[in-house]
């Protein structure tokens, strides 16, 4: 069975389906990237056989740098097994006949790639593809625009104005030529002021621009999209649960409740009718001391002592006895 009509076929060779699927993820991973770099030069490959652009990432790239290096290692070990010598256009410093300078705006990671009637300088470029040849992997670039070069910032000029005390020799053309002397100064730190203003204003454009162009972007739209998705689920979940939960507390409140009221109901009633008699009690004998102290010093009346009296002397007469009539 000729299996040339399912496996595809690179330099001769078979092509394993990991290398394929490897292939694939790695395109969609760098497709349609934006990137701002520098375009300085080109150079021999020896791997290759052939002349290469040479392009320097801009100094925000620091993101694009770390995943041009973890993908460049991935496919070096990959390859190593299948085509040792296997040149993949991406690199870090010099390399070959590639001198790379130090410079505060740019960093050390290069492209190599095949640009076509561009001029050296710094541009925004877009990632097309990836070309992956018998022998060398390259990044497919596309340019964009290019960078405007920044205005230079103009020396500040520091506004002093001398104060001298007044003396009786100064005319009056003299203090003419120092009150010209001192709106120029006053009119050029106006310049300079305004000057700094608008190079303020365009470093805050470049910015948001650059923040745009780096950042603003499907993967991050579609994570931010998914993430508030996410959020938002989760806290009517969270809210959902909540009022289950207390739903569930309420009615086992309320029906603990009412058995403890039914429960206390005879409890209560027996400690309100005990407090009841304690209270009542308490007021008979209050009546009962002011009965004593009110009644303490008032005389008896007479007829109450005539009858005490009369009782007393009350006495008892014998009675004849009866005689008992002879029985029968």
């Known amino acids: 069975m000729d299996t040339s009509s399912v496996v595809p076929l690179v330099a001769g060779r078979p092509m394993p389906p990991e290398e394929l699927a490897m292939q ?4 969609q991973l760098f497709k349609s990237r934006l990137f701002r770099g520098h375009y300085l030069e080109r150079c021999f490959v020896e791997q290759v056989g052939g002349y290469r652009d040479v392009v320097v990432l801009q100094r925000s790239e620091r993101e694009l740098e770390k995943l041009l290096h973890s993908s460049g290692g991935q496919l070096h070990r990959f390859y190593q097994r299948f085509v040792p ?19 505060p ?10 640009m076509s009637d561009l001029a050296f ?31 230079l910032m103009t020396p500040r000029r520091s506004v002093s104005l001398n104060r001298s005390k007044p ?20 009119q050029l730190g106006l310049n300079d002021f305004l000057a700094v203003l608008q190079q303020w204003g365009e470093g805050v454009k470049q910015t948001v621009y650059d923040f745009m162009a780096n950042d603003v972007n499907k993967r991050n739209i579609m ?12 806290a009517l979940s969270g809210a959902a649960l909540a009022l289950r939960f207390l739903g569930i ?15 206390a109901t005879p409890i209560v009633f027996k400690l309100i009718e ?6 009542g009690a308490f007021f008979i004998l209050l009546a009962m001391i002011w009965k004593d102290i009110v009644h303490r010093g008032r005389p008896v009346p007479v007829q109450q002592l005539e009858a005490s009296s009369r009782f007393k002397s009350i006495q008892y007469e014998r009675s004849e006895p009866h005689r008992r009539s002879p029985r029968w």
């Open 85 to 103: 010598n296997m040149w993949v256009g991406i690199t870090s410093g010099s390399c070959g006949s590639y001198k790379h300078t130090p410079d």
């Open 167 to 186: 003396t009786n020799a100064i005319t009056a053309g003299e203090g003419s030529s120092k009150a010209d002397e001192v709106t120029e100064q006053l």
């Open 274 to 279: 005990f407090l009841n008699k304690i209270v």
């Open 121 to 151: 300088g710094e541009y925004w470029f877009s990632i097309r593809s990836l070309r992956f040849r018998d022998q060398e992997v390259q990044l497919k670039l596309k340019m964009v625009r290019r960078v405007e070069p920044e205005p």
């Open 24 to 27: 694939q993820l790695t395109k």
């Open 105 to 114: 705006g740019q960093l050390e990671t290069c492209i190599w790639t095949e």
């Open 223 to 234: 994570g931010t999209i998914r993430f508030l998705g996410l959020l938002i689920f989760s």
């Open 249 to 263: 507390f309420a009615v086992r409140f309320l029906f603990e409740l009412s058995r403890f009221t039914h429960t």
